[in-house]
């Protein structure tokens, strides 16, 4: 189901990410839930929910990444 706010997001998202990340995070999973809402447009048997997660996390990756050492995730700096 489309989260309504970050504090909606699940335990693995809201305790990892900061909160630019998780904006980032909803925008993407509910865009992806509406999106692929038929089994056709979806890869494999995954679920909806499967599928709107793996876009969300994506779309998190784009700007941010997870740090080795601390396991934190921050911001990529850009490179000009």
Excluded: C
Aim: charged residues 35%; positive net charge; aromatic residues 10%.
């Amino acid at each position: 189901m489309p989260y309504h706010q970050t504090r909606d997001l699940p335990a693995s998202v809201k305790n990892h990410l900061p909160a630019h990340a998780q904006e980032i995070y909803l925008k993407a999973f509910n865009a992806a839930w509406d999106e692929y809402k038929e089994p056709a447009e979806r890869r494999g048997h995954e679920s909806r929910e499967e599928t709107a997660h793996k876009v969300a996390w994506t779309a998190v990756k784009k700007n941010y990444e997870k740090d080795e050492s601390s396991g934190q995730w921050r911001a990529k700096k850009h490179r000009h």
